[in-house]
């Protein structure tokens, strides 16, 4: 991305778009009985707090009524369904990394693995979005957490650690070719979750190869253990190599989010907050999602910074929008042509 002598005017800065996390999933309810839903009707009301605090964007997970994480497309369907009522203008986010079970013993032997991932592109009513991660990735948050970070919750138990340790994200070719494929056929758009300059750059390779023809919209993940840490300057080397037609969210996890985000505020760019990513103000003391919406509200004012609405959110965000090949889609986003056969040199934007 570019910065000209006015890009850090907040008149010229796009309005800001808050997306929130507020289902936590990786937490069971009495990690913070305050602030996680667990019932359809909770995990709606939660949905319209956030909304009225000043998010524009949801990124959504599902409860079973026992308070676990559901894995059932019909969960799924029936709070989409009753999102799409209690807040109709909020941009709808499904978070990509669920792997749909079958609900019948029947149904078991007819799924694949990586069909249970592809029925995202199968929801109804559909979301906005769905996001994807890019290239296999070790995803050990504890690498960053500390001792004050668990204290409470799940987190601190020996064994949970045990297993993040060791957890991976698996996006290999094979996965996403096709789920790019599905979504786009779905009219849903993909949101990138990139965990540093690597998998950006794959992401480019998908677009010059003709894979992906539509916005790029993508969060930087600084969550550390196979991801991006917090260090800034590795943050400024994604920001500058992100094409200038890209929107940017930036990412953080537990008391690193507040810092990152107000720089993202400062710098233009759009944020992420809410309880999947942190629940605390301060050691000891936590903050629930609305909470953080509404820090981010005060500190986007605090600079001048407007806060974008949801039909302007997703203008932003350009959904809805997909262009008819490689060569528009280079030119939407800002980025130098494929190199023409024959043709030496820097490729230029425009034709000699």
Known sequence: MQFLDDSLLPENQEKLVIQVAPYGPQFIPGDYPEDIAVSIDAQVQKAVDCWNAGATVLHVHVREDNGKGSKRLSKFNELLGRLRQAVPDMLLQVGGSISFAPESEDGAAAWLSHDTRHMLAELSPKPDQVTIAINNAQMNVFELLSADDCAGTLLGNPQVKAAYQDMTTEATPTFYYEHLKRLQAAR?????MLGGVSQLETVKRLIRGGHYTGPLVLNYVAIG????GPDPFHMMEFIRQTPDGAVLTIEGIMRNVCPMT????????HVRVGIEDNIWRRPGERMTSVQQVEQTVRIAREIGRDI???????EIYRIGTHWGGVDETLAQLGMAPNRQPGRRGVPLRLNS
Do not use: R, S, V
Request: aromatic residues 4%.
């Open 225 to 228: 253990g196979g991801a991006a």
């Open 308 to 314: 974008a609405t949801g039909p302007e959110a997703k």
């Open 262 to 269: 107000t720089m993202a505020i400062a710098l233009g760019l």
């Open 188 to 192: 849903i758009q993909p949101h990138f």
